[in-house]
């Protein structure tokens, strides 16, 4: 199903949802998931948690496409430099509702939520709150925030982008991302409609932060 994506990034929650590792190197993704042998991801570090061999995690599979994989699993080994997580094949393997048309890139956009439409309601703030963009595409961004959001809450924002351009628009709460402790670490959204001159302007805004990361890239490499 999407086993031949380059996976750039995973991450391991709990049962409850919460985030116990993320990676975006020193990991190996399986390339076996579609033949009968065991499929482990291993992922390398420190200070990783420590848990008992069995017990059951999400592995979110990030592609360079921009698709998000969900994959059910368990704890083959875990230490505190090393995780290794037996991958559950054909069991509940989905692409996440957050599809992508650009690859996401890593920013720090400072930005406002203007107000909240929860269920019926419209909450309006006295003033905008403050939103930070961690990272974003077309399809829509993970942010955080002071405000406590919920999932399904409607948020219009008002982001800064090229020259001065500002994205205004409603984006959804399709996730909640916590930690171990159930701290709000963000919130994963999804646009709920962008016209054609928005989303040119999320492309050209993504284009050219990759220029930036290449050209930086190169200055290093000399």
């Known amino acids: 199903m999407l086993f031949g994506y380059k996976i750039v990034k995973t991450e391991v929650l709990n049962e409850k949802g919460a985030l116990l590792v993320s990676a975006e190197k020193n990991f190996i993704f399986p390339k076996n998931l579609d033949s009968n042998e065991e499929s482990i991801l291993i992922i390398k570090g420190k200070d990783l948690p420590e848990l008992e061999r069995g017990v059951k995690v999400t592995v979110i599979a990030y592609s360079k496409a921009g698709d998000r994989i969900r994959y059910l699993g368990e704890i083959a ?15 509940d393997t989905k692409v996440l509702e957050e599809r992508r048309r650009y690859f996401k890139i890593k920013v720090s956009l400072d930005g406002r939520a203007l107000f909240v439409v ?9 003033e905008p709150a403050d939103i930070e963009i961690q990272d974003i595409n077309v399809g829509g961004i993970f942010m955080s925030s002071g405000f406590d959001f919920q999932k399904d809450d409607c948020v219009c924002v008002d982001i800064e982008l090229n020259d001065g351009y500002r994205l205004n628009t409603m984006a959804r709460v399709l996730r909640v991302q916590t930690d171990q402790e159930n701290n709000v670490l963000g919130y994963g959204c999804a646009f709920e409609s962008l016209t054609a001159a928005q989303e040119d302007a999320i492309g050209k805004y993504i284009n050219h932060q990759q220029l930036l990361l290449r050209a930086r890239q190169n200055g290093d490499d000399e």
């Open 77 to 91: 080994m875990a230490h505190s430099r090393q995780m290794n997580v037996s991958i559950e094949k054909n069991r």
């Open 118 to 126: 929860r269920d019926e309601d419209t909450i309006r703030f006295e």
